[in-house]
């Protein structure tokens, strides 16, 4: 199939094992867009040393990182698979996107303010510009589809701010990036608890990991919190249950969600039976992915080889971007 004109860009952070939220979030997207579209798909590691300094387990994150996507469709002969910090073209763009970014604009953000909340002893300056250094993996390709999260949403309005205004300044070089899924609306996958999202390092023991045993899944799902039931037919649900549904509906065929829908509306729902039902969907979902990862995490010479070939397609387009970029805004003397 001939590949629309459209560049796709994203990254995930190797601070942890992906959850189901990366994945329904990000990946499953990326694999769609890799037929459609010419896209760059990145291990983020240098944004993971604004949360993550000590980098020991650094390599080893990253190809899991890797690993993950593989196994979760992502083909490197057909996306650029890459590792941010070997794209030196990334760090000269975000020197120059910071001049154009203000202190008070950036510590409005709202992942700037949680992380605040986190790690009170360590407010860097790397932490205050994150949405800066993504604006500029982004638009070092001149992406304009950006498949992520719910919770990306303002840092993609951040880009497009960053974008424009270099574009004011300097000469349009940049298209405007957007948030992309292939949904109407941008996924968010809850906890298991009840109480926010599935993330790497937080709420670990209410996220399922890609990377969980069997039984592990089973335990978590069993735990999720429920309750009595509804007592009036066609109540509202409470978020922890509409959250179980949600659930169900990423993994479950749609009769067996039909049968708990229709159930919960009659009254006659039984939770324990639901979380049985969804912990083998969630298993049958998750287990190969995990297998794959482990045969794939073995070949770490294959690793070198994807991460050479992707850093390769995406120093070319970076290449090409910052000679526009520096010719723009008049940095050649020579
Ligand atoms: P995390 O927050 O788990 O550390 P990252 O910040 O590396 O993950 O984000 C990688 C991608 O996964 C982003 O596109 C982000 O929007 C998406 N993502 C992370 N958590 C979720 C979630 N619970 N639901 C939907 N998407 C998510």
Redesign the pocket.
């Known amino acids: 199939m001939e590949k629309k004109q459209q560049i796709v860009m994203?990254?995930?952070?190797p601070?942890?094992f992906l959850?189901?939220?990366?994945y329904?979030?990000?990946l499953r997207n990326y694999v769609k867009m890799q037929e459609e579209y010419e896209c760059y798909f990145m291990v983020?590691d240098l944004h993971s040393l604004t949360t993550h300094p000590d980098t020991k387990e650094l390599k080893q994150n990253v190809h899991r990182v890797l690993a993950e996507n593989i196994a979760s469709g992502i083909d490197p002969d057909k996306a650029a698979l890459y590792c941010q910090s070997h794209v030196h073209e990334t760090s000269e763009l975000y020197l120059y996107l910071n001049m154009l970014a203000y202190k008070g604009e950036l510590e409005k953000t709202t992942t700037f303010k949680d992380k605040v909340r986190q790690q009170p002893d360590n407010v860097n300056a790397g932490l205050l510009t994150y949405p800066v250094l993504q604006a500029a993996d982004i638009i070092l390709h001149r992406a304009t589809f950006v498949?992520?999260?719910?919770?990306?949403e303002q840092h993609l309005e951040m880009a497009r701010n960053f974008a424009n205004r270099f574009n004011h300044r300097y000469g349009d070089v940049f298209p405007e990036p957007f948030a992309f899924n292939y949904g109407s609306e941008l996924?968010?996958?809850?906890?298991l608890d009840g109480t926010g999202?599935?993330?790497?390092?937080e709420n670990q023991n209410a996220t399922l990991y890609l990377a969980d045993e069997d039984e592990v899944i089973r335990k978590k799902v069993m735990k999720a919190k429920t309750d009595a039931g509804p007592t009036a037919p066609y109540s509202q649900k409470p978020d922890y249950i509409e959250n179980l549904f949600l659930l169900m509906k990423l993994v479950s065929a749609a009769d067996v969600i039909a049968k708990y829908e229709n159930d919960y509306n009659t009254c006659v729902i039984r939770y324990g039976d639901m979380k049985k039902q969804l912990g083998e969907d969630m298993v049958k979902f998750i287990s190969p992915i995990r297998e794959k990862v482990n045969g794939i995490l073995k070949d770490e010479k294959y690793l070198k080889e994807v991460m050479e070939k992707g850093a390769e397609k995406a120093r070319k387009s970076a290449k090409a971007t910052m000679e526009l970029v520096r010719q723009a805004m008049g940095l050649k003397y020579l």
């Open positions: 994203s990254g995930i952070r601070t942890g959850h189901l939220g990366n329904f979030g990000a983020a498949p992520v999260g719910k919770d990306q996924i968010k996958v809850p906890s999202k599935m993330s790497k390092s």
